[in-house]
């Protein structure tokens, strides 16, 4: 059974930054794309930014230059490195992985950034 996990929110001053981290486990099989997304209170779901298995990586405009993407496919983890946070980055993120069987969804951590 596979099992996406995330990890390393909490509440931040503007400005600040934080750290995600998304494990998965319960898999032998290769993981392909991996990505973060965030739903802020009362808002869609939208795409953060994205990594290959390759390492290539997109963003979103809204996160160019303060977000930086990576992953350690040896751990089956990836990582968001969030910087310059700003009170509209608020909201819950979500790791994706993709794989040859489908895709799966962590629960979810809450990222709050307020003064």
């Known amino acids: 059974q596979v099992q996406v996990v995330e990890s390393g929110g909490g509440l931040v001053q503007p400005g600040g930054s934080l750290r995600l981290s998304c494990a998965a486990s319960g898999t032998t099989f290769s993981i392909n794309a991996m990505a973060w997304y965030r739903r802020p209170l009362g808002k869609q779901r939208e795409l953060v930014a994205t990594?290959?298995?390759?390492?290539?990586?997109n963003y979103a405009d809204s996160v160019k230059g303060r977000f930086t993407i990576s992953r350690d496919n040896a751990k089956n983890t990836m990582y968001l490195q969030m910087n310059s946070l700003k009170p509209e980055d608020t909201a819950v993120y979500y790791c994706k992985i993709t794989m040859p069987l489908g895709g799966y969804w962590g629960q979810g951590t809450q990222v709050t950034v307020s003064s």
């Open positions: 990594i290959t298995s390759g390492g290539s990586t």
